[in-house]
């Protein structure tokens, strides 16, 4: 369950963001949506969701943000990281009905797990596209990579690139009936609210244990009981968890 | 001989190495890493009369070489965890811990009462020192005459042994120590989280939604020990020590300095094997040492402090 990943290739791919590209010892199956809790920093570990799975090579892309994110963005080639994971639970891929029609909503860091989630969707055959929301024109990334998949929109709030506004200005519900989304709360928030018949939301938290087992990334559910964010998710249907 | 083995009240600990309260859940993750059976023990999660959601989030925040937690005593409470994770428990060759925490002396009395007549548990350690929770927790380990008082009526319900665990945010934890002893505490378990503070400079607000919370890890590990060898010379119930134990020579620190055992939390959530690893390093730092039993050094760091407090 603990591995050491070696950094294979690291590039900057946009202001702040960072794509780290790394060998695994093994190359076993990974379902998309789950992350890998990496030791970086002082001491915790910290969660960092999977953007891609191509054979021994995994692929992070993240933001730097704190002392962990920022220690990450520093690795070079060679340079190896101990990995607890892959841990949680992902989108449910498998689950998807052949004819359904998927719109995948990732708003700036919630964008990377939902690149591997679309790849396996059209391996599977399934009709999707991708509507991905970011600050800022030099705050993109990953935009090419997307469209090389299919349908993308971008969107941006200041509308230096692409559309202006938030992801949601960008989404015609009519014409999809699952919908994944990974992105800032406020963003979920929003999307729990629009009409498709399916919405799967991948959700953030500060964790400690990583496994279940510390109860520090719980979130509320409308039962009045509550899920971990790490092991029952971070992937839950969007009528699971008040957010 | 078993070089490990330690016998304390209700407690016979194939080794001194036991996951700490909070740090483990009620061993059901751990499980599926490795057979809970190799742990001397384990320290489960802190029942309550009643299940407890505990506090907002973000309930986590880093520091350096330390975290800052206030999860707030979530648990199923006590009937939940008698029916639900005892059982599970009741599988592994190991002592299990049943950590006791409450808003009142009552609620105290009531589920030490309930969980020390399940036949899995071998002892309680009775939680006096959560920083987190507003009403109960700290506010009876941080005056030795409610803490003494509140020892007085779990023993007087407790069908096993009894642990107090201590709270560093004392002004003198040697006179907590004696006023448990005194009331007639079996051991003592040390030290709890020290209380703090970590703001984020971009807001100007706590980053934990509870402002306050726990600290814990490899920052207060001197602490630990300091207090371990202060009160250990000061009373005659065994300790079984923690606060940042991350590698084997921090067991062995805590033993010299007269601990019998030693717990280990945050360090399992940096390595969930930690445990294990820490019990299958031990024979052979200490053959390096020149140590035979682990408990031959038991205390052997004893002397008077320069300065005490």
Same mark, same amino acid.
């Given at each position: 369950m603990i591995q050491l990943l070696t950094v294979v290739t690291r590039r900057q791919i946009a202001s702040g963001a960072t794509e780290l590209i790394c060998r695994r010892p093994d190359a076993t199956a990974i379902e998309p949506g789950r992350f890998m809790h990496l030791?970086?920093?002082?001491l915790l570990r910290r969660p960092i969701s999977i953007a891609n799975v191509e054979g021994d090579l995994i692929t992070f892309l993240f933001k730097e943000i704190g002392q962990g994110t920022k220690e990450l963005a520093r690795l070079r080639a060679g340079d190896q990281i101990d990995a607890l994971g892959p841990l949680g639970n992902g989108f449910p891929v498998e689950h998807v009905a052949s004819d359904a029609k998927v719109v995948l909503v990732g708003g700036g860091i919630g964008v990377p797990p939902l690149y591997y989630t679309m790849r396996q969707l059209i391996e599977r055959g399934i009709a999707c596209e991708a509507i991905l929301g970011f600050d800022t024109a030099e705050s993109v990334f990953y935009e090419d990579e997307f469209r090389k998949l299919g349908p993308t929109t971008v969107t941006t709030i200041d509308g230096t690139?692409?559309?202006?506004? =938030?992801v949601t200005a960008a989404?015609?519900?009519?014409? =999809?009936d699952t919908l994944f989304a990974c992105g800032p709360e406020p963003m979920l928030r929003s999307i729990q609210q629009v009409p498709i018949k399916h919405k799967f939301l991948s959700i953030e938290n500060r964790m400690g244990?990583?496994?279940?087992?510390?109860?520090?990334c719980v979130c509320p559910t409308p039962d009045g009981h509550y899920v971990k964010t790490c092991s029952d998710g971070p992937v839950f249907r969007a009528e699971e968890v008040i957010l | 001989m078993n070089r490990l083995k330690v016998s304390l009240p209700g407690l016979n600990l194939k080794n001194p190495i036991i996951p700490a309260s909070g740090c483990f859940g009620f061993g059901e993750e751990f499980a599926k890493l490795y057979?809970?059976?190799?742990?001397?023990?384990i320290m489960i999660k802190a029942a309550t009369g009643e299940e407890r959601y505990g506090?907002?989030?973000?309930?986590v925040a880093e520091s350096g070489m330390g975290m800052l937690n206030?999860?707030?005593?979530?648990?199923?409470?006590v009937d939940g965890i008698i029916a639900h994770k005892l059982p599970f428990l009741s599988q592994f060759d190991t002592e299990i811990i049943a950590n006791v925490a409450g808003s009142t002396p009552e609620e105290y009395e009531e589920v030490t009462r309930r969980i020390s007549?399940?036949?899995?548990?071998?002892?309680?350690?009775?939680?006096?020192?959560?920083?987190?929770?507003?009403?109960g927790g700290l506010q009876f380990g941080t005056d030795p005459r409610m803490a003494a008082e509140l020892t007085r009526r779990v023993k007087a319900v407790s069908e096993k042994p009894v642990y107090v665990k201590l709270s560093p945010?004392?002004?003198s934890i040697v006179e907590m120590a004696e006023a448990v002893e005194q009331a007639g505490a079996d051991g003592l378990t040390m030290i709890n989280t020290l209380v703090g503070m970590r703001i984020d400079v971009r807001t100007g607000?706590?980053?934990l939604a509870n402002r306050i919370g726990g600290l814990s890890g490899p920052a207060i590990k001197p602490v630990a020990v300091r207090m371990i060898h202060d009160v250990a010379q000061a009373v005659t119930i065994p300790i079984i020590g923690m606060g940042g134990v991350m590698e084997v020579d921090d067991v062995l620190e805590m033993i010299y300095a007269g601990a019998s055992a030693v717990a280990v939390g945050t360090a399992n959530f940096v390595n969930p094997f930690i445990c294990q690893e820490l019990i299958a390093a031990l024979p052979k730092r200490m053959d390096e040492l020149g140590i035979?039993?682990?408990?031959?050094?038991?205390?052997?760091?004893y002397g008077a402090a320069l300065h005490r407090a």
């Open positions: 030791r970086v920093g002082p690139t692409g559309i202006k506004g =938030f989404l015609d519900s009519s014409r =999809f244990c990583g496994i279940g087992a510390c109860f520090a | 057979d809970l059976s190799m742990l001397g023990g506090n907002p989030t973000p309930r206030a999860i707030g005593l979530q648990n199923p409470g007549r399940n036949p899995v548990v071998k002892a309680i350690e009775l939680n006096i020192s959560c920083p987190n929770v507003k009403s945010n004392v002004t607000q706590p980053i035979e039993h682990i408990l031959d050094i038991r205390g052997k760091a």
